[in-house]
Structure formats: C-alpha cells, structure tokens
C-alpha cells in the first residue's frame, strides 16, 4: 500500500463546477499536511497548508480527518485556470527520527469551458 | 517567485558520462532536497539535508550523491550516468527545524535524458 493515496482522475468539469478531491495516508505519526499545484512539466507549488481544524483560501477549502487519516481539497467555482494536477504532500516520520515529504501521485483536474 | 535555481534545465548525454546537477536558493533555508519525478508520476525523495554536512537518503533508492558544503549550493552528481537515469530531478528548500516541516519552495527542475 503506498503511503499518499489520491485518485488520479482526470477529473473534467465545466466552469463553475465545484469539484473535491480525497487524499488518504497510511502513516498514523504523520504531522503535517500540504496541497501543492503542478502545472504540466512544470514544478509544484504550494496551494494550502491543511489545518486540524479545516482552513479556507478564496474558492478553495482543506479538511483533515486525522482518526480516519484523510485528507480533502474542494474547489468552488472552477475557472479554467484550475486546470492542473493537485498533489497531497503528508510529511511522516521517517526512520532515524526526521520528518521527510511524501508527495502523492496527483490528481488531474481538466476545467473545460 | 522562489529564489531557488537549477541549472542546467535540459541536459543530454551519453551512457558513462559523469554529471552534476546543480542547485542554489538565496533564502537562507537549512533544508534542501533532491526529487526524482516520471512524466505523470509522483516525485520521490532520492536526497535530503537538514544543513550544512548533513545529508542523508530519501525514501527512493538512487545511485547519485549530494553534498552541502555551502548553505545555499546541494548539487547531485551522477558518477556514470545510465538511460535508467532518465528522468526529471527537482530540488527544493524549506525552512524550519529538524522535527518541522515548513513549505516547500522547488526550483524549475533539471530535464535529464542519457543516451
């Protein structure tokens, strides 16, 4: 079983669809909980940090279920500008004691006009 | 825009050849890293450090090397470079102390394809 499980998609949506994604982790140690963007052949970029407690920037909204080790971002209003891969970033305790990423395999997510 | 750099962008080569890819960041961060990314895969962690003189393995095994010397310089060497060696390598840099995880900040990424 890997350890970062998304659904690769594609997800295919008109403009303004609101559309969520579901990520799941197997470390139960892990700490900390990122979404990042990857446009095609591009690097990735953060979108937003995910918080126990659920956290809002603009049209997108993170939740963390820590019991059921699950991660989700909706994005509300699609624009075609969303159109990228989203990546669920977990970091996890490793062995030796240090906190390395884990990055998911992404998932697609094509906005069509 | 992140204030971290690789270089070269597209490197070509043949089998055997000994490379090195470099990476700098100008934002002071102790921790860096070295990704290794397949067309529609997911990156994986081949090297990292926590500083300078410190580096260790990531969770994918990888032939290459690193070295931290400087803060701001990670380059990754390739003794002799293999067609399986093709791929793109990213690297990146963060903040934050040992146990922590800040963001990430990656660079443009290094095109590596050996012949």
């Known amino acids: 079983r890997k350890e970062v499980e998304q659904d690769p998609g594609p997800f295919n949506v008109p403009e303004g669809a609101t559309v969520a994604f579901n990520c799941t982790y197997s470390?139960?140690?892990?700490?900390?909980f990122f979404w990042y963007r990857q446009d095609c052949r591009k690097e990735p970029k953060l979108l937003m940090s995910v918080y126990s407690s659920g956290n809002e920037d603009g049209r997108f909204t993170a939740q963390l279920n820590r019991a059921s080790q699950y991660i989700s971002l909706l994005i509300r209003d699609s624009k075609l500008s969303d159109s990228a891969t989203y990546l669920c970033v977990v970091n996890g305790l490793a062995s030796g004691g240090s906190y390395i990423p884990t990055f998911g395999r992404g998932t697609s997510l094509i906005v069509h006009p | 825009e992140a204030d971290i750099y690789q270089t070269p962008r597209y490197l070509v080569i043949g089998t055997g050849k000994k490379i090195t890819l470099e990476c700098s960041q100008t934002m002071g961060h102790d921790k860096m890293y070295w990704y290794q990314q397949d067309p529609g895969m997911e990156l994986h962690l081949i090297h990292y450090?926590?500083?300078?003189?410190?580096?260790e393995k990531g969770d994918l095994s990888s032939e290459s090397t690193v070295s931290r010397i400087r803060t701001e310089h990670f380059p990754l060497t390739l003794e002799s470079a293999r067609p399986s060696h093709t791929s793109q390598y990213l690297c990146?840099?963060?903040?934050?102390?040992?146990?922590?995880?800040?963001?990430?900040?990656f660079g443009p990424g290094t095109r590596l394809l050996v012949l």
């Open positions: 450090s926590y500083g300078v003189n410190s580096t």
């Open positions: 990146a840099s963060s903040e934050g102390e040992v146990g922590d995880m800040k963001t990430q900040y």
């Open positions: 470390n139960s140690a892990s700490q900390s």
